[in-house]
Antibody, heavy 119, light 107 residues
Framework: QLQLQESGPGLAKPSETLSLKCTVSGGSISSSGSYWDWIRQPPGKGLEWIGNVFYSGSTNYNPSLKSRVTISVDTSKNQFSLRLTSVTAADTAVYYC???????????WGQGALVTVSS | DIQMTQSPSTLSAVVGDRVTITCRASQSMSSWLAWYQQKPGKAPKLLIYKASSLESGVPSRFRGSGFGTEFTLTINSLQPDDFATYYCQQYDSFPLTFGGGTKVEIK
């Protein structure tokens, strides 16, 4: 059974870069034919899709964040990662990593990682 | 982008009620529409995919329907475990987008 676990600093300073990793267990990130997604949720608010990386390495990003986001995959570590540059308080959120097949809903979620942007 | 408008934002109900949540898309889309349930401090849980298909293990009192621009989630005979927030999501095209959520609370 596929399991995802986010890891990374829980605090980022304004104007700096937020970095998170998602470790995949129970399956191979490179052979599953899956999209590997990042989704975030500000405290008390709704869900926002950030973007994804396909197992091949191709990416799709939310246009609202595209200029600041990089999502990549490290097949040697069975991980994928998120980098969000020039963060502000508005980027404070619980960040979820997730997995889905093409033309499928998200059926596997990490537990979420709270990242607070504050000086 | 396909914008998803969910209503109501809050719904008060009692155990045993039938509740309906609506999600409207800003443009006609295929049936790549999902419904999720989220409880405080937890990741969302998939309930319905492809507009009307029930995810494995989800009770049959959850029903999804709709097509085009209007989709609904119906919960028949609301149970205590169903008090939560529900989100729709379209995965018809990038960027994936979510509705704003519907909180189902105890009346």
């Amino acid at each position: 059974q596929l399991q995802l676990q986010e890891s990374g600093p829980g605090l980022a300073k304004p104007s700096e870069t937020l970095s998170l990793k998602c470790t995949v267990s129970g399956g191979s990130i490179s052979s599953s034919g899956s999209y590997w997604d990042w989704i975030r949720q500000p405290p008390g608010k709704g869900l926002e899709w950030i973007g994804n990386v396909f197992y091949s390495g191709s990416t799709n990003y939310n246009p609202s964040l595209k200029s600041r986001v990089t999502i990549s995959v490290d097949t040697s570590k069975n991980q994928f990662s998120l980098r969000l540059t020039s963060v502000t308080a508005a980027d404070t959120a619980v960040y979820y990593c997730a997995a889905r097949k093409p033309n499928a809903a998200v059926n596997c979620w990490g537990q979420g990682a709270l990242v607070t942007v504050s000086s | 982008d396909i914008q998803m408008t969910q209503s109501p934002s809050t719904l008060s109900a009692v155990v045993g009620d039938r509740v309906t949540i609506t999600c409207r898309a800003s443009q006609s889309m295929s049936s790549w529409l999902a419904w999720y349930q989220q409880k405080p401090g937890k990741a969302p849980k998939l309930l319905i995919y492809k507009a009307s298909s029930l995810e494995s293990g989800v009770p049959s009192r959850f029903r999804g329907s709709g097509f085009g621009t209007e989709f609904t989630l119906t919960i028949n005979s609301l149970q205590p475990d169903d008090f939560a927030t529900y989100y729709c999501q379209q995965y018809d095209s990038f960027p994936l987008t979510f509705g704003g959520g519907t909180k189902v609370e105890i009346k």
